[in-house]
């Protein structure tokens, strides 16, 4: 498709997608793991082999996301954590990584793992020192997460990417390419759980990676790796991800939009505290996430409310649309008590995490507001 063209269009067509064999507007699910050879033991066709190296459905679903990042090349993952895995597992023994702090808990504790068994020094630096701490440390690699979960903090990825030589990857996931794309900023990868914003309707596990530049010796490694380790995306799964894909756009549209009405209402609130989200004026990263994230702040936020942990879980245990379910980036509204399941890194007991759907965003203040009472 011509790469001039505005993202919801793109999505819209899933990057030009048809189905050559039936004449089909949607491409066909093809599962086979294996491919045949003609009686002079040529392929049917040379890229299809066995599936664990590539499938056409992935590369269709791939296909999507390289044009909306403006990507040289993407990779998609069985999960988020194992594209990040597969960023990490490039790291030479001894080598050094700095990552942001408080960032998504399940990356932060297995990096924490894997460094300590490879002997990789790993260097954790909050959000507002991160500039600072790359200029002056040299390292193989620099990951942050912009917008982070469950903090809201925003980092500038432009000057993470001028203060350092490292090979910098941003978890965009709260931002989704459609409001950021991070390769533009200045990062080397971009990567997403596809879980997420992405997918969109909770109901597929995914990951992506996608590069600035293909021959970058990190990627080179990372794409082998995942071939002859066999971390793939199964068929199904991408072709999920392409039928999700067509309403990315509209669907992040709307969930930022309900999303920033509900921060404001939420934060007009007597018996709320504060409300983390890069949409409202008073967010210390606001200035930032204006300037690298278009077309509205995500669907991400982070409540706090007047009282102790009792009242985040009264007033999480009363609410009737949204979901007490984990994840994000669902068409569905999501809360979680993110004390309860990271109690151990400093998360106040207070703060309640929502995912904003795409709701009649009436529906979702009038139960916050019954919920808050
Ligand atoms: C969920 C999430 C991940 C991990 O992705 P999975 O698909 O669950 O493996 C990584 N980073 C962020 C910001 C996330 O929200």
Redesign the pocket.
Known sequence: MDKNLKPATIAAHAAGVLDAQSGGVVPALQPSTTFTRDENYELHRPDNIYSRDNSDNLRQAEEVLRVLEDAQETLLFP????A?AAVFRTLPNGGTAIIQSG??W??TAWIRDFCTRREITLIEVGADDLPTVCRQQSADLIFI?TPS?PWLKTVDIRAIADASDATLIV?G??ATPILTRALDHGADIVMH????GINGHSDV???VLSTRTNDATIWTMIKSDRKMAGAILGPFEAWLLIRAMRTLPLRVERMSQNAQTLAEALLAHPKVDDVLYPGLPHHAGHDVATKQMKGGYGSLLSVLVKGDRAEALRVVGKLQLFLRAT??GGVESLVEHRYTIEPHTGIPENLIRVSVGIEDISDLIADWTQALG
């Open positions: 999960s988020g954590m194992a990040i960032i998504y399940g990356t997460e979960n978890d996931t709260a759980s596809a879980t997420k596990l995914a990951g994840s994000l």
